[in-house]
């Protein structure tokens, strides 16, 4: 008896199929070229070297292209049909409440008032929604900063009063950060996820419209078989000019890709590790993350956890979507070159580990396609670098030859073949793959006068995108040298740790600039010298990655400027729709920032020590303790450690102390009850004025 396929399957495999065909059939069309453009009596060495790096440099290009222009076609009609929002499901029954959801806030050295703010516009958005009932809020600390940690807590119980959210919103600090973020939300899990059906996980700098949240509950009722939806964050809020810039890019650029994403994706898709919904039992039943075997950097934790969990779940049969027409999901972004490099420092170790994960046992063939695009997005920079190096090598080569024109007897000159035409054809090729996603996007504008109006105007955007492009080009390749750099060490097996982000904006400094970028300036003028002197037609073709080079110090220093980033606003440049009409929930996170006032009497006034106040205000004190873990009481080696770390602060007073001993001291309840009897009795000389 023949069995029936459903037609979803059908349909998901027949558009799986087209794609990957154009982008096979597109690759091996440039690569054709570029063999064309080489002798005909074999290839060298070094031409082979340039073939093999081409094809895998432009099959990256290829599927972003096609995923782009896959995109542009859906949002051109206005649906499509697959997408998780349009599909019907299974309702549920209308007369119940919706299940009770999780939203999980991790941190890790945050600024508290920025986070704590953050949370308060979320939850203002979801009041709006009249579905506030049906979400609690967890702040998941793995703080090791004692002064932060008890400025979180502060913050936390100001925002329970000011909110009237006893019972509805919790915090807590873990003793140990066991697996980094990855094991902050197994402790949840494993904790109190038996209360909740779902989870909502946002970052440190998240922000989602209570409409968006209500809706990714709606989506997961409807479809009992999504593990899964990830909604696509949009940056937001930064004011330095090269932040605006990023800003304005994924902003216009962002919704083409997602949607093209989505369209050969489908319920294969990936998890970002945020501004994500996710079923928590399957999470728990499937996503344990074992520690790799070895050190690190391939060895130890799993840093890059959200990649590998989307891909278990898969592989035990749940469906994973990005929900790439939810709009109301936001975030920020690093405000300078610096910190953004900083940022990509982090995320390329844990993606360079998903090259052994891509060839384990048991994962589908698009989670192993997943992990290798993981890898290629820092892969792809050393072999742009040795795509360059190599073509300067071979033109280097050919210069030194000299033609022929008279062979033997022969009084008919030959003239040499010209392979100008397949050459400037491939860079054609090359370019307009690169560069024509950005004008399609321009153009999907058109479509719709509001959301134009939002960017500018037809003068402003279409302004906007050509600054975009330059500023790009200016960039790519300082953050080609940073990232190859990043690759190299952690292939020398360099670490990288878990350091905490630079989120808020501020001026990068000549100094820094010129540490950072001094080697990458110096790389720019020796090599542009020698292409010169010895390769003078390379030279002019090798022109935009100099001129990035030579100019990274001051495009560094200019583009973290906030004085040209609010200029360029003023003018009308990279301007996004959040910007030009700012949602509810951004305004209530301006309004938070600027405004608000605590209503806890610890926090008011000028700020103090907060490691001292947690010994010497008696409400602190007792809030602390009253937050610790509760844990066995110390070893004999543990209470002698602790002793001394009194008898010091006595004698030599807080600032004696590391951040480490600070936290052991008030980690400790007995001994923080000890110290606050002893600060009120005898404070030690440095120890500021008691409260």
């Not at 001994?671 to 500021?688: C, E, I, K």
Request: charged letters at 20%.
């Amino acid at each position: 008896m023949t069995q029936t396929v459903p037609t979803p399957i059908l349909g998901h495999t027949l558009r799986r199929a087209v794609f990957f065909l154009l982008v096979t059939l597109t690759t091996l069309i440039a690569l054709g070229l570029m063999a064309s453009a080489f002798h005909s009596n074999g290839l060298s060495p070094m031409e082979f070297l340039l073939l093999l790096l081409y094809a895998i440099l432009f099959s990256w290009i290829c599927v972003s292209f096609w995923t782009a222009f896959m995109g542009f076609i859906a949002i051109l009609l206005g649906r499509d049909r697959w997408a998780i929002s349009r599909q019907p499901g299974t309702p549920p029954d209308p007369t119940a409440p919706l299940p009770r959801t999780a939203i999980l806030m991790p941190i890790y050295n945050e600024d508290s008032e920025r986070v704590f703010a953050g949370l308060r516009a979320i939850h203002q958005s979801l009041a709006d929604t009249g579905q506030l009932d049906g979400f609690d809020f967890f702040i998941l600390s793995d703080t090791r900063d004692p002064e932060v940690w008890v400025e979180e807590e502060l913050r936390w119980q100001d925002m329970v009063r000011a909110l009237d959210g006893k019972g509805r919103i919790f915090y807590r600090n873990r003793p140990e950060n066991t697996s980094r973020k990855s094991g902050n939300l197994e402790d949840f899990c494993t904790r109190w996820g038996g209360h909740y059906r779902y989870m909502i996980v946002l970052d440190a700098d998240s922000l989602m419209q209570g409409a968006t949240l209500v809706e990714m509950v709606r989506l997961m009722e409807l479809h009992p078989k999504v593990a899964l939806i990830q909604t696509p964050p949009i940056p937001v809020n930064r004011e330095s000019l090269f932040a605006r810039i990023l800003q304005f890019a994924s902003s216009i650029y962002g919704r083409m890709f997602t949607a093209g994403l989505n369209y050969w994706q489908l319920g294969e898709s990936n998890y970002w590790g945020h501004n994500a919904i996710i079923r928590i039992q399957p999470f728990l039943d499937h996503c344990g993350l074992p520690k790799l075997p070895g050190r690190e950097p391939f060895g130890g934790d799993i840093l890059s956890h959200d990649f590998v969990e989307a891909a278990l779940l898969r592989r035990a049969g749940w469906e994973v979507w990005l929900a790439y027409d939810l709009e109301g999901s936001y975030e920020e972004i690093p405000p300078t070159l610096i910190d953004y490099a900083k940022r990509d420092r982090r995320w390329c170790q844990g993606n360079l580990q998903h090259l052994r994960l891509a060839f384990s046992h048991g994962f589908n063939a698009l989670s192993r396609l997943h992990f290798l695009m993981g890898v290629m997005s820092y892969a792809a920079s050393p072999l742009w670098l040795l795509f360059l190096i190599a073509t300067g090598v071979e033109a280097f080569i050919q210069a030194q030859h000299r033609q022929v024109y008279f062979f033997g007897e022969n009084w008919i000159p030959v003239w040499p073949v010209s392979f100008a035409v397949e050459m400037t054809t491939v860079l054609l090729v090359t370019l307009t793959m690169l560069f024509l996603p950005k004008l399609l996007a321009l153009l999907l504008l058109l479509k719709d006068g509001r959301l134009l109006r939002a960017y500018g105007g037809l003068v402003g955007a279409s302004l906007s995108v050509a600054l975009e492009t330059a500023f790009s080009v200016l960039t790519a390749p300082v953050l080609m040298l940073f990232q190859t750099k990043f690759v190299v060490a952690i292939l020398m097996r360099r670490a990288v740790g878990w350091p905490p982000q630079q989120r808020g904006d501020h001026m990068t400094s000549f100094r820094e600039a010129a540490l950072t970028h001094g080697f990458q300036t110096l790389l720019g003028v020796i090599a542009g010298v020698l292409s010169y002197i010895y390769v003078p037609a390379f030279f002019w073709w090798f022109t935009p990655v100099l001129l990035g080079l030579m100019l990274a110090i001051p495009v560094s220093i200019l583009s973290s400027s906030m004085a040209l980033g609010r200029q360029s606003r003023q003018l009308g440049l990279f301007l996004t729709p959040e910007e030009s009409e700012p949602p509810a929930v951004l305004r209530y996170l301006d309004e938070n920032l600027q405004e608000s006032e605590p209503v806890l009497p610890a926090l008011q006034g000028t700020p103090v020590n907060r490691f001292i106040q947690a010994l010497t205000d008696p409400y602190v004190n007792a809030l602390h303790r009253s937050l610790l873990p509760e844990r066995e009481p110390p070893g004999k080696r543990r209470q002698h450690y602790l002793e001394g770390l009194i008898h010091q602060l006595e004698e030599e007073g807080p600032d004696s102390l590391s951040p480490a001993q600070r936290r052991d001291l008030i980690a400790d309840p007995e001994t923080l009850l000890r110290l606050h009897a002893l600060f009120w009795s005898r404070p030690p000389a440095n120890a500021g004025l008691l409260p």
